[in-house]
C-alpha cells in the first residue's frame, strides 16, 4: 500500500507473523528503471517472504523489472491492475488494464520469460471497472491473463470507478461482491484465488478461507497490528508462534530502530506505522500521541519508547 507498507512497516509486521506474505507499495517500472533502484528494492532479509508488486504496462519494461526482482530476492512478482488513481490511469497501467486483457497476458509472458521459475508472477485485479457489473468480464480476463502464465490472482471484490470517484473513495464506495471471487475459484479450481477487501476479523478469514486460497487484509492489518500477532496460529497452520506480548514487539523495533538510526533513518520513520500496535488496549491513545509527538521527533528511539511506555502506563 502505497507510503504505507515500506520496508519499516514490513519489518514490523514481520514481528507480529512469521508466516503471512507481506508486499511492497507499488513501484512503477518507470522509477525502478530511471531511478534509484536500492531506495526502492532495499529489504532487510528478516522481512522474507516479501512480494514486489510493479506498476506498468509495457512487457519488456515489466521484464526489465521482474529481472531486478528476482536480483533482489524477492519472493514473489506482482503486476497492479487494481489501481483507479487518475495519474496512474493516465500512465495507462493500474484498473484500466483489466481492460486490456490480452496486453496484460503479454505483460505476464514477458515477466516469466524473464524470470522463469524463479519466482512467481502474480496479478491483483478488481471484480470489474466503472459499470461492468457482469462477472463473465473478471473471467475472461482471468482466463485470458492466465494463459500468459499466471498462476496466482488476488481479486479485490470491488468494481474500480475509473471515473469521479477519488482512490479513497474507490476502497469504499462500490460495494463489495465476495461471492463473484468465490465463483471465479470454482471456475478455475487450478488457479490459486486469494480474496481481498473489507476482511476484518477472523471469522471473515475462516469464512472466505473456506472458499478460496487466500485472504489478503490491507487496511485492518495496518490499523490494527497485534491482530497479525495470532495469525501463524489461527490461519496459516503453525503450532505456535506470534509474539507473547506488544511489549516484545517493541523492544525488537526499538533495536530496529536504533539500527536504522546509524543509517540516518529517523525513528519516525519506523514508528509512524507502528502507531496501532496497542490499539484497543488502556493507554493506547496516549502512547500514541507520545510516539508522534513533533516535540519527540528529534529524540533517539531508546528515550522515545521510554516516554511513551511510561504514558501509557500512567493512563
Ligand atoms: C493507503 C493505501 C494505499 C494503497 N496502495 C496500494 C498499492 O500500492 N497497490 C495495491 O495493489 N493496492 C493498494 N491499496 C489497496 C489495498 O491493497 C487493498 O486492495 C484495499 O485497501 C482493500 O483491502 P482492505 O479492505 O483490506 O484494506 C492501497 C490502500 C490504501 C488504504
Not at 6 to 15: A, E, L, N
Not at 29 to 46: E, N, V
Not at 126 to 134: A, L, P, T
Not at 178 to 190: A, D, G, T
Request: net charge neutral; charged share 25%; aromatic share 8%.
Amino acid at each position: 500500500m502505497l507510503d504505507w507498507t515500506d520496508r519499516h512497516c514490513r519489518y514490523f509486521h514481520r514481528q507480529l507473523s512469521r508466516g503471512a506474505r507481506l508486499y511492497t507499495e507499488m513501484v512503477t517500472t518507470g522509477a525502478l528503471l530511471h531511478g534509484d533502484q536500492a531506495r526502492h528494492l532495499d529489504f532487510d532479509p528478516a522481512e522474507h517472504p516479501v512480494a514486489l508488486q510493479l506498476g506498468g504496462s509495457e512487457p519488456s519494461d515489466l521484464a526489465a523489472c521482474a529481472r531486478l526482482a528476482q536480483r533482489w530476492g524477492y519472493a514473489e512478482v506482482n503486476l497492479n491492475c487494481g489501481c483507479p488513481s487518475p495519474r496512474v490511469q493516465r500512465g495507462a497501467f493500474g484498473a484500466c488494464l483489466m481492460g486490456e486483457a490480452a496486453l496484460v497476458r503479454d505483460c505476464v509472458a514477458a515477466m516469466r520469460d524473464a524470470v522463469g521459475d524463479a519466482l512467481p508472477v502474480t496479478v491483483k485485479h478488481r471484480i470489474g471497472i466503472d459499470r461492468i457489473e457482469d462477472y463473465g468480464f473478471m473471467r475472461d480476463f482471468v482466463g485470458t491473463v492466465a494463459e500468459g502464465g499466471c498462476r496466482l490472482f488476488i481479486v479485490h471484490a470491488r468494481n474500480a470507478w475509473l471515473d469521479g470517484l477519488s482512490p479513497k473513495d474507490n476502497r469504499e464506495v462500490p460495494p463489495l461482491r465476495y461471492e463473484l471471487v468465490y465463483q471465479l475459484k470454482r471456475e478455475f479450481p487450478s488457479l490459486g484465488i486469494v480474496l481481498n477487501g473489507g476482511v476484518r476479523d477472523d471469522a471473515a478469514v475462516r469464512e472466505h478461507l473456506a472458499r478460496v486460497d487466500g485472504v489478503m487484509v490491507g487496511r485492518e492489518a495496518y490499523q490494527r497490528p497485534w491482530w497479525l500477532a495470532s495469525w501463524d496460529r489461527e490461519h496459516l497452520g503453525a503450532a505456535e508462534g506470534g509474539p507473547r506480548s506488544p511489549e516484545q514487539v517493541e523492544a525488537a523495533m526499538r533495536a530496529y530502530c536504533e539500527r536504522m538510526a546509524q543509517l540516518g533513518v529517523p525513528p519516525f520513520a519506523v514508528v509512524r506505522h507502528m502507531l496501532g500496535l496497542w490499539k484497543g488496549a488502556s493507554g493506547a491513545r496516549l502512547w500514541r500521541q507520545a510516539l508522534s509527538e513533533p516535540r519527540h521527533r528529534r529524540l533517539p528511539a531508546d528515550e522515545l519508547f521510554s516516554i511513551a511506555s511510561q504514558a501509557r502506563l500512567a493512563a
